[in-house]
């Protein structure tokens, strides 16, 4: 079905997207706000990564943002969660949740590169704390089980959760470990068939909503690194407690949870691959979730720098427009030179990942970067927008509290100048 759907995308959608993509080339950029000329927001013609199949993808995800999404943003934000399920199942039948999973398990069987066309998107909806769980669903919970689980396993936990029936989370970071995942405590001990689960986890995306997690615990007493796995753990278990919903400065639409496990019982075949081989496998996932947090920025960090040119070319202070002053109009344009430079390096990571090359210090470096712009980026934007960038009501404003995540979540700046430095050799050793 999601096969078909992707053929029959790739013969409709890429002429007419071709179309769009050289309609689009004439038009003024003040007219990016339409949904056509925003997805051809990137370059035509020849592109790095992206073919028109990618353009037909992305317009395809557009519409659905439109008329499904945006029009319900501000409610959601407002109160402080979003139907997961409901947005989840209308993506999944669009095939929006497995672009890169095997098209047995409903996924489209695509590249990573889609998925990151896909990502940045996300971008485009009107919050970060949607397209962030949607994320968290399509690409930062289910690469592992992807790629390491059983048949039976991925029939159980990842068909339904690419075809948008239930809703995942991922469990790594814990009230005491964050940045250093390697010293989590939750642990799962093997008793017959079952794994017998105690501890707890912090700041987990729909944690609230979720209907399984993907979980890492300690099942030995190895070396850290060696001692942990990654199992399917369906939340509506016994033992299973939502403690509480965090309240957060941003992304308040997207729910976060913190969970504690007091005896929950798991059969041993939820376990994803190998024991003892769950640092890893959540190590790798971890990649593919940095490459998708940068290109998911890429379309807000745009849309900040356009409401603001929108914005200041209408406001007046000392009789003229605020963006005639240099300091406004050469800031706007370092700050649009500076998002090119963030997307091509991600745009290489990328080209070189889907090739099969190690590409750790490029995502973290792209990771750091995204993560610093965004501050940089919203904080000098909100600036021009004067006190009504300190409203509730404009886009830079939530935009400058979301976008704040980023230095944060997924590995902080810091971690990744450490991963940095490792692959430079200049990190001392320990
Ligand atoms: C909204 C939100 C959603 C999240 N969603 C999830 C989720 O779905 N699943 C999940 O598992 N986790 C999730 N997280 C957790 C997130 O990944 C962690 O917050 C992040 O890894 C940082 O861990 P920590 O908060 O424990 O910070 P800590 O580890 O306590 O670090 C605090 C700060 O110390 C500094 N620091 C840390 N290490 C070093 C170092 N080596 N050198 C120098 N400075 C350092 C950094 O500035 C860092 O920000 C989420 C977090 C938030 C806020």
């Known amino acids: 079905m999601a096969l078909r759907w992707a053929s029959a995308l790739r013969r409709k959608e890429a ?4 179309l769009l993509l050289r309609g689009a080339q004439g038009s003024s950029p003040r007219s990016r706000s339409s949904s056509a000329a925003a997805v051809a927001g990137s370059p035509s013609g020849d592109h790095l990564i992206y073919t028109q199949e990618h353009f037909a993808l992305r317009e395809s995800l557009r519409k659905i943002i439109d008329k499904e999404i945006n029009p319900f943003v501000d409610k959601w934000e407002e109160e402080g969660q ?14 929006f949740l497995g672009v890169n999973k095997p098209t047995e398990y409903g996924g489209l069987g695509l590249d990573f590169s889609y998925s990151i066309a896909v990502a940045e998107e996300l971008g485009n909806i009107r919050c970060g704390g949607v397209p962030m769980a949607i994320g968290v669903q399509a690409d930062m919970a289910t690469p592992a089980l992807a790629r390491f689980g059983s048949e039976e396993l991925k029939r159980e936990f990842l068909a339904p959760s690419i075809a948008g029936d239930v809703v995942a989370c991922l469990g ?8 250093d995942v390697a010293s989590i405590k939750t642990k799962a001990v093997r008793k017959g068939d079952d794994y017998i ?4 986890k912090m700041w987990i995306t729909s944690g609230c909503q979720a209907d399984w997690m993907c979980l890492l615990a300690n099942t030995s007493d190895g070396p850290p690194h060696r001692n942990k796995s990654l199992l399917c753990l369906p939340m509506k278990l016994p033992g299973v407690h939502i403690a509480k919903k965090i309240d957060k400065m941003g992304m308040r639409s997207s729910d976060t949870a913190q969970i504690f496990f007091e005896d929950v019982r798991v059969p041993r075949k939820y376990l994803i691959g190998e024991e003892g081989m769950g640092f890893t496998y959540q190590m790798l996932q971890f990649q593919e979730e940095r ?6 920025i890429l379309m807000p960090l745009e849309n900040a720098i356009q409401e603001t040119v929108d914005y200041t070319r209408q406001r007046k202070a000392f009789n003229q427009p605020i963006l005639h002053n240099q300091t406004v109009h050469f800031r706007l344009a370092e700050l649009a030179t500076e998002v090119e430079l963030l997307r091509s390096l991600l745009y290489r990571a990328i080209a070189l990942y ?3 090359n190690d590409v750790t210090k490029f995502a973290s470096m792209a990771k750091l970067k995204a993560g610093r712009l965004a501050r940089e980026l919203t904080d000098s934007c909100l600036q021009f927008w004067g006190g009504m960038g300190f409203t509730n009501e404009v886009l830079v404003s939530r935009l400058y509290r979301d976008s704040r995540l980023l230095s944060i979540g997924a590995g ?19």
């Open 291 to 296: 490459m998708w947090g940068v290109a998911n």
């Open 197 to 200: 689960i105690n501890g707890g």
């Open 412 to 430: 902080a700046d810091e971690v990744m100048l450490s991963i940095i430095c490792k692959y430079m050799d200049i990190l001392p050793k320990k």
């Open 172 to 179: 790594v970071s814990e009230p005491g470990a964050g940045s």
């Open 354 to 356: 889907i090739c099969g």
């Open 15 to 18: 002429a007419k997207s071709l």
């Open 82 to 95: 979003f139907p997961a399920h409901q947005v989840f199942k209308t993506l999944g039948k669009a095939g």
